[in-house]
Structure formats: structure tokens, C-alpha cells
């Protein structure tokens, strides 16, 4: 689904020069894999995601989504960023049904799929409220329902759990793969389409460790900047459905988890030094 090859990006600084983010990143993600992207902080995860978006073109290198190379904005996708994009001035039920309302639908057809997400993600008593009248979590869940009405082949998630607390990041990393694992429409059910074909592919870039494990198929570990570029990928060879609020404590997760924050844990301190000689 997605195939990044050889892929840089680099910035002109203030004084004239220039600063390379990413270097020479090449990365597959099959058709409904989850892959989960770590690294330190201001390594250039956000950055990729930006240029799998087409929000950013590589200064080199080549993005390909499917059979076609990312010329401009990838229409196969969806962005769920760190920061809810709702509409203040929209009720929730206006806010999931944008897209469709934008793609062409009536408002009536759009409205009456954006009642269906919203009881998918639990939130049809609230239809008729405003985010301001939302907790925070319930906010991620609109978010949701936006990026999963639009039905895309492909969701891109930029941190979009961190500014929750810990017990409601488990409640929405539970629900992110509930709605993950499910048909994506009743029509795909009934047809009899296998699930692992008809789930979004995702690419999901989170700071937490614990997360990128709990989550995802395989975790992809970026070295610090600058220059960053990818230095360890494992699959996670837990069974799914997971258990989120058990999945932690077992042995298989805390062996990975280790595994990978030895490569992970080199990378932050690299990082932490470049700071301080800055």
C-alpha cells in the first residue's frame, strides 16, 4: 500500500544552509498492516508522516501509494494529527459529516452516516452538542469518526493520543483497534471479503514505546537527528484481538519492550547530546 525509497528532506536554515530531517528512508507497509513509528523527539517522524500525506515533497527520493508514485496530496488517505481539527461553530454530527458534505453527498445521506459512526463510537447522545462541550476523549472520538466516514484506504495518526490522560489513552487505543479490526462497511461483511483485507493500512507515530508495541504489527525505530534514518523494524508477534489492559504485563510484551528500547534508548541519549553541544 505504501512504499517510501530512498527518501530525504531537507530545510534551508535562516543563515543560508541547509538541515537534513530524514535520509534515505525506505519503508513498505503492505495493504492493512499497522506500523508504528518512534523515535526521539524532533527526529522527523511527524515530518515523514507529512510527506506520506503529500503535505511535504522529498527534497529526494520517491513516494509510491499503491501502483502510482504521490504526486501532490494523497487521496488515499486520512489524517487524524495530535490536534483535533473539529469545528467550534459545527455540532458533532456536522463535524463527521463534513467530508461526505464536502465529496458531493447530500446532507441528509451524509448526516445519516455520521448518526452511524456516532453510535459506532458511542457518542449518539451527543450529536447535537459542540466540542467545547466535550471531554477530551470524546473529542478523539469525533476525530475518528471524521477519518473513518470518509472510508480511505489509508488513516495517518500523528501522536493523536498524548495529550490524554493514561486510563483515557487506553479507552481510545482500545477503540482505534476495535474500529481497525471490524468490517469497514456492512456491504465488505456480507460479501464475505476476509477482515485483513478490508482494514485501513495505518501509520501511527507515537513517543510511547508501551504504545508503538500495544498497537501495532510492526515497530519502526528512527535514529536521532539530524539526518535521521531508520535503524531497527521488528514485528510484534502478539495475537490479536489484544488486550490492552492486560497485554503489558506479559512476558512476550516486556521482552519486545526491551528489545526495542535498548535500540531506542541509544538513539535518545545521541539525541539528548546533539542538544546540549546546540
Not at 528532506?9 to 507497509?29: E, H, M, N, Q, W
Not at 471479503?193 to 504489527?217: G, N, P, S, W
Amino acid at each position: 500500500m505504501l512504499e517510501l525509497d530512498r527518501v530525504t528532506r531537507a530545510f534551508a536554515t535562516p543563515d543560508g544552509g541547509t538541515y537534513c530531517t530524514l535520509r534515505d528512508i525506505s519503508l513498505k507497509v503492505g495493504s492493512g498492516a499497522f506500523v508504528a513509528l518512534v523515535g526521539p523527539s524532533g527526529c522527523g517522524k511527524s515530518t515523514l508522516l507529512n510527506i506520506v500525506a503529500g503535505l511535504l515533497r522529498p527534497t529526494s527520493g520517491r513516494v509510491r501509494v499503491g501502483d502510482e508514485e504521490l504526486a501532490g496530496l494523497n487521496r488515499r488517505a486520512t489524517y487524524m494529527f495530535q490536534q483535533d481539527a473539529l469545528l467550534p461553530w459545527k455540532d458533532v454530527r456536522d463535524n463527521v459529516a463534513l467530508g461526505l458534505v464536502l465529496a458531493g453527498r447530500t446532507r441528509a445521506d451524509a448526516n445519516r452516516s455520521a448518526d452511524e459512526w456516532l453510535a459506532r463510537v458511542g457518542l449518539t447522545a451527543f450529536a447535537s452538542h459542540y466540542p467545547s462541550q466535550l471531554s477530551g476523549g470524546m473529542r478523539k472520538r469525533v476525530a475518528m469518526a471524521q477519518n473513518w466516514i470518509i472510508d480511505r484506504d489509508i488513516l495517518l495518526m500523528d501522536e493523536p493520543f498524548s495529550a490524554l490522560d493514561v486510563h483515557t489513552r487506553q479507552r481510545m487505543e482500545t477503540e482505534l483497534l476495535a474500529l481497525w479490526e471490524a468490517p469497514r462497511s456492512a456491504e465488505s461483511f456480507m460479501v464475505g471479503r476476509a477482515f485483513q483485507a478490508i482494514r485501513k493500512t495505518i501509520l501511527f507515530v507515537t513517543h510511547d514505546l508501551e504504545e508503538a508495541i500495544a498497537l501495532a504489527d510492526d515497530v519502526v525505530v528512527l535514529s536521532a537527528g539530524p539526518a535521521s534514518h531508520i535503524v531497527a523494524r521488528h514485528p510484534v508477534a502478539l495475537e490479536r484481538p489484544r488486550d490492552l489492559l492486560e497485554l503489558r504485563t506479559s512476558a512476550a510484551f516486556i521482552d519486545l519492550y526491551r528489545t526495542l528500547w535498548a535500540v531506542l534508548r541509544e538513539e535518545v541519549i545521541k539525541s539528548q547530546r546533539e542538544r546540549s553541544r546546540a
